[in-house]
């Protein structure tokens, strides 16, 4: 090998390095940010004493334990209930055609912006919402809407529907993935030709293999329910809010001296997401204790085709509702006007797009050049660490993959606010390189999942036949890896891209608001509660990604039938 | 669309290199004028009503055409958002080249700027525009929420809290605060307010504290410790009795005024209420309402008050910032805000003080099918001091925020 | 549960498999009473390991297949594994990795017992086959000839009413292999079940003492290969 390549292999080497600093950075500096105002150290308000008084304020605040209490509940109801859906679903109807069919479509639901989500979703439950306007006033006698408290719910009911809509999906989808490590069927086959049911096949059989892959997902899951922002926002009921919410109004109070408070009831949310996770891995010990003997206990399972129609009925239920919620969204954007109990607009009108089209041009096209940097960088990262271990023959440990995962683990309302005030300090705050950092932190750990499994389980024999015949190894990877790669690229692009456009805490605290994306947009146009403004908004925002899907499945497509084509 | 990704990118480059000059505020408007040339200034304003963003659209393209300045609008869900990103600046050091250049803002966190310190000026006074304000009759344009602005924040634009009623289904609406439970009682479910902390739903417990408090003149001051709670006594009383007659019996509320309407717009309730006088008419020319509803006032008056523009301590452009500042209140940019077509927000100027061709302008203005005459406003009563409304938020959140 | 009491009969009716408009052999038809030990012989890629599945009810993508199964008396063609009672020992390694041994056979014993009992049996059947001791090992530590017979005593203590093995003997050591090969056949037979072995070697065919049966190929078709 020449000496260029040596050094670019040296290169190689400090990939991992590299991208693990750029995700750990910003998480820890902001947590630093966080926990200084936290113990009473922020000099800008003239807070210099360090002390507890913080905590003090904070627990003495009459809504903390609602709040609390809420925030528990929802988050792990929320995870707890897509859990179970997701391994329902695929326990019952694992062997049904249409396990293939429906899980073509969990991708695109899952690309679908959480906040454009919530927002649908409110407005299909609200008691003026389109279910009861569908069903108003033939079915239900209601001329005017009912005082029923269907949205915003005390028992926040309505940020559950919206957490298992948005979490089951992804929980599918990670099932999918770990699924291909197993190879399943052959276990399955065994335990049937032994006279176990399909599903108590699953359970028992593939189940407790499966768990195990299945776990930062899982917690990724349980952080999120725990912390989210926009969803809760938009479903949760606000006296008491969950915390997450509470934090923020606290932070955005006009009242600075609040701000130590806010920086203390981040810290405890911090907590409670580590006491959740802890928690949550202890049950994981209990019940596979308590479970062992369940797995040889022989009982084969029932038929039970109730129940597999019933778990399937609400698998589609959930993604029919996802996609109902979008659609909502899309025909409000072009409603004139639109009454209760009217079933679909009077009047249809391209005005809001008319009026909003030209000015989100510019946030549309923001939203597109960071969605694609921040992917194209993740990529390039990911290429790099993947190759960095295939050549040196290493693979990235479970402690290395938690590292990568933290983005999704600690809450962001813990540490953005912290990380802002570093990224002012370091001079970078309100501009692109910030925010794209700040996306880049998301988008990583996503395509980086995604990617993994395909670039390790490439075929090495044509690596080897390559290399037989001379190719270095970068000549390798360009010409043979990433080639075959095409298909698993192009969908991590997609999954990163996605991820890119839905982000919204990390936009605001970044950019400082300068920069303003489709999900700004469509938060803000919610506090304006004009539905046509949220409509346009939220639909374009959903749009993006659905279009980086339909790239990610038709370009390799094509692509193949031109080779197909071509062969002799 | 070529130039925004070059304008982006620009951006990046900027951010990288670190664009932060220091810009002291300029001693005579000349001055600034010149200097304002070529900047950009970034103004942090709400931006959740598009009728509004396009307004500040509109106005960006005409200080651009004028003074060579341009206009970035950084919507907000929220004022204290900008607040926050000061603040957050000061707290890292950064005392100039900072991130926001104009802040639209009022009440608290005007009141909170001006006590941490993260204003720039005075610099009203060095405003042209500023000697056709309306200060005589208009006090709130001096004095904020009893604060004295003290030429920190120049005056933009004038609220007065309004009612609005579908009159196709309510044709005689309370008309004092005392009638809300009694009609409430007849009419479960059909009213309610945004919880505090929101702006508006603050205003309707204001509202409701002037008039059940036996001398609103103590609300001029900020009480001593406890007396809050023993005056509001009265407030509490009348809270207990509308409650159960609220919307969802008075343990779910709005989030917003802009909520409030669209309830009302849904059917869910059938009065509601804003703190812009136009909001009804615009609301209707813009789809947002039924074109039955109709604006009235409590008799006795209303809680009034200003909203304003102010530039923080650090802000890169402050020259830019006080030419955007001045033209806002220009004759021509105050009517065309004022214009229910358009926005609806009324004038902050004296008519008497403007030339005769500017006064043509707003005297050619529709007055807008839901809008009341500045007569049938009636009397505009004073904010009270911002230590009353935090006192009510935490009382109130005591019994039913938890 | 005594040992013997479980046989029936086992019934192909002009079985044969397709891939495409491709017929793999000529179509099999064969009757297997309790106790007998048939067996299947053809090269690799006639279809002997898809014949089996399917008689045992796995699905098997790539083929397609017509005939009829009678268990018993008891058309079982169209019914799901689970219902049908077939054991299968497959020819490549389908043990529980997550169990151990002693539980993966725990697994296969019908419901019912006390734990305790479950154990017993487990461990007595273990000893049968020269396992004893095994209880508590990990299958990823088992050598070919182990698993073999352990794949051999989960299928059996369910109970099937047959049971099909493919190609049992082809992991083991030559010196190990006749011996090993008795002692699993003789366990078999006191089952008295009808059994079916898929296999290569004519030896495990001669042992096996039941009817041969060559998987052929139709005239013409596997000449190809």
Known sequence: MSGGGADRQGWLRLAPGVTLAMSLTPIGAGLIGTILPAFGWMPAIGAVDPGLGAWVALLAQLELPGAVMLTVWTGLAGTGLSLALALGFVATSHHRPLFRRLTGWLAPVLSLPHAALAIGLAFMIAPSGWIARLLSPWATGWGVPPDLWTDRDPLGLGLILGLVLKETPYLLLAILAALSHLDPARDLAAARTLGYTPAKAWLKVVGPRLYPLLRLPLYAVLAYALSVVDMALILAPATPPPLSVLILRWFHDPDLALRLQAAAASCLQLGLVGAAILGWAAMETIVTRLARPWLTDGKRGRAGAAARRFLAALQVATLGLSAASIAALALWSVAGRWRFPDDLPAVLSMNAWAAQGRRLAEPAIATLALGLLATAIALALTIACLENEQRRGIRLGSRGLILLYLPLLAPQIAFLPGAQIVMIAAGIDGGALAVLWCHLLYVLPYVFLSLGDAYRRLDMRHVDAASSLGAGPWTILWRVKLPLLLGPLLAAGAVGFAVSVALYVPTVFAGGGRISTLAIEAVNAMAGADRRAIGVAASLQAFLPLVAYALAILVPAAIGRRRVGRAP | ?402 | ?225
């Not at chain 2, 000697?131 to 005056?155: C, H, N, Q, R, S």
Request: proline share 8%.
């Open chain 3, 1 to 225: 549960m005594s040992p013997g009491a479980t046989g029936g009969r086992l019934d192909l009716d002009k079985v044969t498999l397709w891939i495409g408009p491709r017929q793999l052999f000529e179509p099999l038809t064969l009757s297997l009473a309790a106790g007998t030990i048939a067996s299947i012989m053809g090269p690799s890629g006639s279809g002997k390991s898809a014949l089996l599945a399917w008689i045992a009810g796995v699905p098997i993508p790539a083929f397609r297949a017509t005939g009829r199964v009678v268990l018993d008396g008891r058309d079982v063609t169209d019914l799901a594994p689970e219902n049908r009672r077939i054991g299968l020992v497959a020819q490549d390694d389908r043990l529980f990795r997550h169990l151990r041994v002693g539980e993966n056979l725990e697994m296969a014993l019908p419901a019912g017992e006390p734990v305790a009992k479950r154990h017993q049996l487990a461990e007595k059947s273990l000893t049968q086959l020269g396992l004893a001791g095994f209880q508590h090992r990990d299958v990823a530590g088992l050598s070919g000839g182990e698993r073999a017979r352990v794949s051999l005593l989960r299928a059996m203590l369910a109970e099937p009413l047959a049971v099909l093995l493919d190609e049992p003997f082809s992991k083991l050591d030559l010196p190990l292999r006749s011996q090993i090969r008795q002692g699993f056949l003789d366990y078999i037979r006191n089952r008295c079940v009808p059994a079916l072995i898929a296999t290569h070697d004519s030896a495990d065919a001669q042992t096996a003492g039941g009817p041969v049966h060559i998987l052929a190929g139709p005239p013409g078709i596997l000449d190809g290969f």
């Open chain 2, 1 to 402: 669309m070529r130039p925004s990704i070059a304008r982006l990118f620009a951006l990046a480059v900027l951010a990288i290199a670190g664009d932060a000059h220091a810009d002291s505020l300029p001693a005579r408007f000349e001055d600034a004028a010149a200097a304002a040339r070529g900047q950009t200034v970034y103004f942090n304003a709400w931006g959740g009503n598009e009728r509004i963003n396009a307004y500040i659209a509109w106005a960006g393209e005409r200080v651009r055409a004028l003074h060579g300045v341009r206009l970035r609008h950084v919507k907000l869900a929220d004022t204290a958002e900008a607040v926050a990103r000061v603040l957050a600046e000061k707290t890292a050091g950064r005392d100039d080249g900072g991130s926001v250049d104009l802040i639209w803002i009022n009440g608290e966190n005007f009141a909170a700027m001006k006590q941490a310190g993260l204003l720039a000026g005075p610099f009203v006074h060095l405003l042209p525009g500023f000697g056709m304000v309306d200060v005589e009759t208009k006090p709130t344009t001096t004095v904020d929420f009893t604060i004295p602005v003290e030429g920190l924040e120049a005056p933009w634009g004038m609220a007065q809290l309004v009612f609005l009623h579908d009159r196709a289904r309510v044709p005689k609406p309370p008309r004092r605060i005392a009638d809300f439970p009694a009609w409430a009682a007849a009419h479960p479910g059909r009213f309610t307010y945004p919880a505090p902390p929101d702006f508006t739903g603050t205003t309707f417990l204001k509202q409701a504290l002037h008039a059940t408090i036996g001398d609103p003149s103590v609300l001029q001051r900020a009480p001593a410790p406890g007396e809050a709670a023993t005056l509001s006594r009265p407030l509490w009383d009348f809270l207990e009795a509308l409650h159960p007659y609220l919307w969802r019996a008075g343990r779910s509320f709005p989030l917003s005024d802009q909520h409030l309407r669209q309830l009302l717009d849904d059917g869910e309730i059938d009065i509601a209420f804003s703190f812009n006088p136009g909001e009804a008419s615009s609301a209707i020319a813009a789809g947002l309402l039924p074109e039955t509803v109709r604006t009235y006032v409590l008799d006795g008056g209303t809680i009034a008050n200003t909203h304003f523009l102010a530039i923080p301590f650090n802000a890169s452009a402050k020259a830019g910032a006080m030419v955007v500042a001045d033209f806002l209140l220009s004759p021509e940019a105050q009517a065309r805000k004022q214009d229910p077509r358009i926005w609806g927000d009324p004038t902050v100027l004296a008519m008497d003080k403007l030339p005769a061709a500017a006064r043509a302008l707003f005297d050619a203005l529709p007055l807008g099918v839901a809008t009341l005459t500045p007569a049938e406003l009636g009397p505009a009563l004073p904010e009270p001091h911002p230590a009353w409304m935090s006192e009510i938020e935490s009382l109130w959140r005591q019994r039913y925020g938890t």
